[in-house]
């Protein structure tokens, strides 16, 4: 994967404005349906924006990791918040969760703020694609 990135715009903080991938044969697509942030046994641990952030990125690893992928291979990340505000004044921790879960690797992204999420106390959702080499192995 390359980043896209025309000349002379200002660099992106904590996403990329493009991702170019040369799709080659047995490479491997895996959508990631959208992750909130609870648990494996849908059980919230906390209704701490950043930490509903946390727990939703962990979701996403564990569910690229059944398909052989790990996180360097996302392509794109959607990001639907319930507030904005919230998430702007979250900006520092999760910036440091998400270094810690998901490494200095930054997809295209998209975040929007939205009305509801079906889950009453879920902050945050994310979806991803991933574009996974043929030379990594799947294990699912």
Known sequence: MAVLQPPGWAAPRGYANGILTEFQAGSRLIFVG????????????????AEQTAQALRNVVAILEQGGARPEHIARMTWYVKDKAEYVAAYPAIGKHY???????????????????IEPRARVEIEVTAVVPPTVPATA
């Open 99 to 117: 270094r810690q879960i998901i490494g200095r690797h930054f997809p295209a992204m998209t975040a929007v703020e939205v009305a509801d999420l």
């Open 34 to 49: 959208g992750q909130i942030g609870w648990n494996g046994q849908c059980e919230f641990e906390s209704d701490d924006f």
